[in-house]
């Protein structure tokens, strides 16, 4: 075992809180925005964390919930496969 002897930078920095987008532009979350949704579902179909769309825990479950009323409607697809063939929805093909 071999120890190289470099001891890790203390960088002291100050993280900013998570901001949710929903709150900060007073906007809804609604199920009839497919393009909006569609940023909030990875390339695999599947809901994305709160970590990653940086929504609070409030606006996160009315996130879930809008993109299954989507889904159940057809606005959005339930399967990745769907999303590969399109390149995603809500875009424009001069986009993709």
Avoid: N
């Avoid at 009839?32 to 990875?42: T, Y």
């Avoid at 994305?48 to 009323?69: D, E, P």
């Avoid at 057809?74 to 399109?86: E, R």
């Amino acid at each position: 075992m071999a120890f190289t002897g470099r001891v890790r930078g203390t960088r002291s920095y100050i993280t900013r809180p998570a901001v949710c987008p929903f709150c900060k532009g007073h906007t809804k979350v609604d199920y009839k925005d497919a393009s909006m949704l569609s940023r909030c579902i990875s390339s695999q179909g599947k809901i994305v964390s709160r970590r990653r769309s940086r929504a609070c825990a409030k606006h996160q479950r009315s996130l879930a919930q809008a993109i299954k009323r989507a889904r159940y409607l057809a606005m959005l697809p339930y399967a990745p496969s769907h999303i590969w063939k399109t390149g995603g929805v809500g875009l424009s093909r001069s986009t993709v």
